[in-house]
């Protein structure tokens, strides 16, 4: 089946200092699945951060970058500079188009930004 | 933005009774889903109902479980009888529509610890 493996457990940078968040997905029978990463913050549910669709594309949100690497099947996210406010847990997920309801989840990865 | 609201947080129940975890999802979506998650693992599609149906459903989804929505109220998930393994956090979410890039809105979450 397919699946996604993201950088496990807890995450902690220091604020304005880059990070990044690995994630490589397996699609046994999909060849171009829909990529996304998830963000929960404490307190609120989960809710979309950023979206890709298309093979080789960049996705951008609130800072945050995310390129669809279809020859390295990976989604790495990436910031340049944390704020104490990134800190939320992240999940990295593919669907199979053309029903994106049916999410596939890595297992997710806490952030804590350090003041 | 859009809320889905998920009742009760927590819930906590002997095994072999029945349990309901209700959802409300934002108004105007057509389209529900259940995700069920085990502490420290993936979140897992359950099902998606749509126009009072069940359209597709995972095999996490038992014969013990099924979903209605009642004349446009809460989006229920019920479970009799419940068993052990039933402990999980259960996450509701809601759209409107299907296609790939159709955005899933996420409630908090209910805490099913089955004793």
């Known amino acids: 089946g397919d699946s996604v493996t993201q950088t496990e457990g807890q995450v902690t940078v220091s604020e304005s200092k880059s990070l990044i968040i690995n994630c490589t997905y397996s699609a046994t029978s999909i060849a171009y699945p829909n990529l996304f990463w998830y963000v929960r913050y404490p307190g609120e549910g989960l809710q979309l951060l950023l979206k890709?669709?298309?093979?080789?594309q960049k996705g951008s949100s609130r800072g945050f970058e995310a390129t669809y690497n279809k020859e390295t099947t990976s989604f790495h996210l990436q910031k340049a500079s944390v704020q104490e406010s990134d800190s939320a847990v992240y999940y990295c997920a593919l669907s199979d188009p053309p029903m994106g309801y049916k999410l596939t989840f890595g297992t997710g990865t806490s952030l804590l930004v350090d003041p | 933005g859009p809320k889905v609201l998920q009742i009760p947080s927590h819930q906590i129940i002997d095994m072999g009774q029945m349990v309901t975890l209700n959802c409300d999802p934002v108004?105007?979506?057509?389209?529900f889903y259940w995700y069920k998650q085990i502490l420290g693992q993936q979140m897992e599609f359950l099902v998606n109902?749509?126009?009072?149906?069940?359209?597709?459903k995972s095999k996490l989804f038992k014969d013990q479980f099924s979903v209605e929505r009642p004349d446009g109220s809460y989006f229920t998930l019920k479970i009799q009888p419940t068993a052990l393994e039933d402990s999980a956090v259960y996450f509701c979410?809601?759209?409107?529509?299907?296609?790939?890039?159709?955005?899933?809105?996420f409630g908090h979450g209910t805490k099913l610890s089955v004793l």
């Open positions: 979410a809601s759209s409107s529509g299907l296609i790939s890039n159709e955005r899933l809105f």
């Open positions: 108004s105007n979506h057509l389209y």
């Open positions: 890709v669709i298309t093979a080789g």
């Open positions: 109902f749509y126009n009072g149906k069940v359209m597709e």
